[in-house]
């Protein structure tokens, strides 16, 4: 760590999440500076600091916490994950890293990857065509099953459409000209629920269930947060798999189990909240984050030294 131990935490908006943070790193010793990837820049003409962030002009950070990616054009969001290959690239933790973020921003493939390891997911679908969109839906629906339309990009259940009939099908609409079909599972018709998993470094740290107003469960939907304890071998091995899978230093793993009993996973998050999580948590989230990271900041160091 360098001396001042400074550290870069990636947000446009602190709010909770950002100020926990912060308090974990101060209660370690680590100053911190909030920092938005779209104030930050590359120089180039400078090969000892080609990456430029704010509050970082004599040195870059000891380390970059990942707390939020801004929307904008592809052109822009391009340049922010530029941002975070580029400061891994001259040796400094980032967490979680770029290629991390590619891989679940992008509901597709974070589909795509899950289906591939063989990790439990519902039958999915991405593509631009509308008319074959509605054939596939209108194929889902006569076999029985309902499907839901989502954003390729997006959090928090914004977006979410559920087509239970051909008359829903009129609503089936593509975001910036793209597909995200998965199909529906159910947990309970009377009682919606779905579970978030936390995982740090390949183990669960903490879980809870999430019960929707609606079919939705998302916190920001309105879901009420439960305790799940983390007995349940089967719940936590399939979070823990799903993050290992998708090579994440931690993640929000959101699992489902349907009617029959089976556990699918239904979106992992690479920049998860954990609010509602720690409100019926005993342990200290951020404080887990916050080890985790400078644990791997301080391995990284040692590499390096070892390397020169």
């Excluded at 010793?29 to 970082?56: I, K, Q, W």
């Excluded at 801004?70 to 994950?81: D, K, M, N």
């Excluded at 920049?271 to 644990?295: H, M, R, T």
Aim: glycine letters at 10%; aromatic letters at 8%; hydrophobic letters at 40%.
């Amino acid at each position: 760590m360098g001396e001042s131990g400074r550290i870069a935490i990636v947000t446009d908006d602190p709010g909770w999440h950002g100020a926990r943070l912060k308090q974990a790193f101060a209660a370690r010793g680590f100053d911190c500076a909030y920092v938005s990837l779209t104030a930050c820049h590359l120089e180039l003409e400078d090969p000892a600091m080609p990456v430029r962030l704010p509050g970082f002009s004599e040195r870059l950070p000891d380390g970059v916490f990942v707390r939020g990616i801004p929307g904008g054009s592809l052109e822009q969001v391009t340049f922010y994950l530029d941002i975070l290959h580029g400061l891994k690239m001259l040796g400094i933790p980032v967490y979680n890293d770029a290629r991390a973020i590619e891989r679940t921003v992008d509901k597709g493939m974070t589909s795509f990857l899950l289906q591939r390891a063989g990790i439990p997911t519902p039958p999915t679908w991405v593509l631009g065509d509308a008319e074959t969109a509605r054939e596939i839906t209108r194929r889902e629906l006569a076999a029985g099953h309902r499907v839901v339309s989502k954003p390729l990009f997006g959090s928090q259940g914004t977006g979410l459409q559920r087509h239970d009939s051909l008359e829903d099908m009129a609503n089936l609409a593509p975001t910036n000209g793209i597909y995200y079909l998965q199909r529906y599972v159910c947990s309970d018709e009377n009682a919606p629920h779905d579970w978030r998993v936390f995982v740090i470094r390949g183990r669960t740290v903490a879980a809870m269930r999430r019960c929707g107003v609606t079919w939705l469960n998302n916190v920001a939907q309105g879901a009420r947060c439960e305790p799940a304890r983390l007995d349940d071998i089967l719940l936590c091995r399939l979070a823990e798999d799903a993050a290992k899978t998708l090579d994440m230093a931690y993640a929000g793993v959101d699992v489902i189990r349907d009617q029959h009993g089976r556990y699918t996973v239904l979106e992992v998050n690479s920049v998860p909240a954990w609010k509602g999580l720690q409100s019926v948590s005993d342990v200290i989230i951020a404080d887990l984050l916050v080890d985790d990271f400078l644990g791997h900041c301080a391995g990284t160091e040692s590499a390096r030294r070892a390397a020169t």
